[in-house]
């Protein structure tokens, strides 16, 4: 069994008068075959028959990240430098993006390793990726980007979105949309059913058809604003009780929420809660936020994401979950402990160490063996000083860096 010694686990709350602050405690953590078998006290010694054991030197663990909305097709990383060509609209970059596409295409694989890579290292372990499936490259950049995940197998997990970026009616999508589902995509995208498929209720239909022959998760871009995004996400739900639907959906983006009233957005929250359909945030400062913290209360699932970093959309991010959850920590003014901790769960998809009252969550035996580890007092300063990760375990297993092995049995 391996096992991992004086570990920094958050344990409660230190009350001190209005203020509160995060109680630790050091921990020794026994693991078998990915799992948490054991949880002592540091006061407690390791058993003989460790097999493994590994010195956390009292760093803090915190849950590895999801990163929930990104392109690893779409990076320039691994190429030389290349700023963003400016552009008058939506439709300009596009066209710009279409006639790179082919020229791009046969480096998928390397540039999309370059981009897991750069996700590992800031702590992420689960990947959501849009991949374009569009009329002018086919199915390329799907098939470099599952060379590249397949690499990365027993570090990373993923989600594979086919996405019609160039339109789901644009020539021969929905066939290729379909081929893409059988080479290894695993979720249906979709894409401004108003703004770019101009054709709301077609595209939606089509979207469902697809998810439906593969029975499959969707993920549907929506940039889409005002009563047009808000009508679209309702006719969305509209067709997902109409079917029946049991699989999860999702809409990322939904700029659109946050430019309607208040009582218009409980009321669309109750529905995506009840229709099991998230929202995926990357929290931009150009644009309007979905009511975040709203849905959260509201029991919508709400997940944080990096999107598409160094590419022909921008040369700006790099792949740090973390900076997106200080940024929406910035925006809406969370300083304090509990809320900075708190404000861990959209990029670890839920999970934080604490409660808000300070109840202990995790880690627990059985979890996975998967954590983060930062030379940090407690998690909300590595939300608000972008601690340094250090290391990364996946499952039982460093998928980044690495702790310092200690001598057994002296």
């Not at 058809?209 to 499959?216: L, N, P, S, V």
Request: with cysteine; aromatic share 8%.
């Amino acid at each position: 069994m391996k096992w991992i010694k004086n570990v920094k686990l958050e344990i409660g709350n230190i009350i001190d008068g209005e203020r509160i602050e995060t109680k630790t405690g050091f921990y020794h953590i026994g693991i078998k075959d990915g799992k948490i078998v054991e949880h002592l006290h540091y006061t407690m010694p390791i058993p003989e028959t460790a097999e493994e054991v590994y010195d956390a030197k009292e760093y803090l663990a915190i849950p590895t990240f999801k990163e929930m909305h990104n392109h690893l097709d779409k990076t320039y990383l691994s190429l030389e430098w290349k700023a963003s060509k400016l552009v008058k609209n939506l439709k300009e970059r596009l066209q710009y993006e279409a006639e790179e596409l082919k020229d791009l295409a046969p480096t998928t694989k390397q540039r999309a390793t370059a981009m897991i890579e750069e996700i590992l290292s800031h702590g992420a372990t689960h990947i959501r990726t849009h991949v374009n499936i569009d009329p002018y490259i086919g199915l390329k950049n799907l098939e470099g980007v599952v060379a590249a995940l397949e690499e990365y197998k027993g570090a990373v997990t993923a989600d594979i979105v086919a996405f019609p970026q160039h339109g789901l009616f644009n020539g021969s999508v929905p066939a290729l949309m379909r081929e893409a589902m059988r080479s290894g995509a695993t979720v249906v995208g979709g894409l401004d059913p108003s703004g770019i498929d101009q054709n709301i209720e077609k595209s939606l239909y089509e979207t469902m058809a697809i998810a439906a022959e593969f029975d499959a998760e969707v993920d549907i871009h929506l940039h889409d604003g005002g009563d047009v995004g808000v009508y679209t996400i309702n006719k969305w739900l509209d067709i997902v009780e109409e079917t029946k639907w049991k699989r999860a959906s999702a809409i990322s983006h939904a700029f659109c929420i946050g430019e309607i009233p208040t009582l218009q957005q409980q009321n669309l929250a109750n529905r995506l809660m009840k229709n099991n359909v998230a929202i995926m945030s990357t929290i931009p400062l150009t644009k309007s936020l979905p009511p975040i913290e709203l849905l959260d209360e509201r029991g919508v699932s709400v997940h944080f994401g990096c999107d598409g970093f160094y590419d022909s959309w921008s040369p700006l991010g790099h792949g740090d979950l973390i900076e997106k959850v200080q940024k929406y920590c910035q925006i809406t003014k969370r300083i304090d402990e509990v809320s900075l901790r708190d404000s861990l769960k959209w990029v670890t998809g839920g999970i934080t160490p604490l409660a808000k009252d300070g109840t202990y969550q995790w880690p627990k035996k059985q979890d996975d063996a998967s954590f983060i580890f930062v030379n940090a007092t407690s998690s909300a300063e590595v939300v608000a000083r972008r601690k340094q990760r250090l290391a990364v375990m996946s499952r039982g297993e460093f998928v980044f860096g690495e702790l310092e092995k200690a001598v057994l049995h002296v």
